[in-house]
């Protein structure tokens, strides 16, 4: 994990603002959804996709590099290497 030596403060209704370098790094634009996870005593915070990277299917879900993938992606994949 990469540190960006941002620090927010958290207002009374539990919000706390992205910074627009963080937003833009990530291509995350106004009104875009964002999945929270929680890894042992840490909020992760993602851009959220419904959808697999390559087929835009939305079943049997498997995340490869950070990125959502399908079986029979990662079938065709090995075939193509």
């Known amino acids: ?3 960006t030596g941002v620090v927010r403060k958290m207002d009374d209704l539990g919000r706390i603002v992205l910074p627009i ?3 833009k790094t990530l291509d995350i634009k106004e009104k875009d959804s964002i999945e929270i996870f929680i890894d042992e005593d840490r ?3 993602q ?3 419904p959808a697999y990277t390559f087929c835009n299917r939305a079943d049997n879900i498997v995340y490869f590099s950070g ?3 399908c079986a029979d ?3 065709k ?3 193509q290497l």
């Open 1 to 3: 994990m990469k540190s």
């Open 21 to 23: 370098e963080i937003r």
């Open 43 to 45: 909020i992760v915070l």
């Open 47 to 49: 851009k959220y996709q």
């Open 67 to 69: 990125k959502r993938v």
């Open 73 to 75: 992606c990662i079938e």
């Open 77 to 79: 994949l090995k075939i």
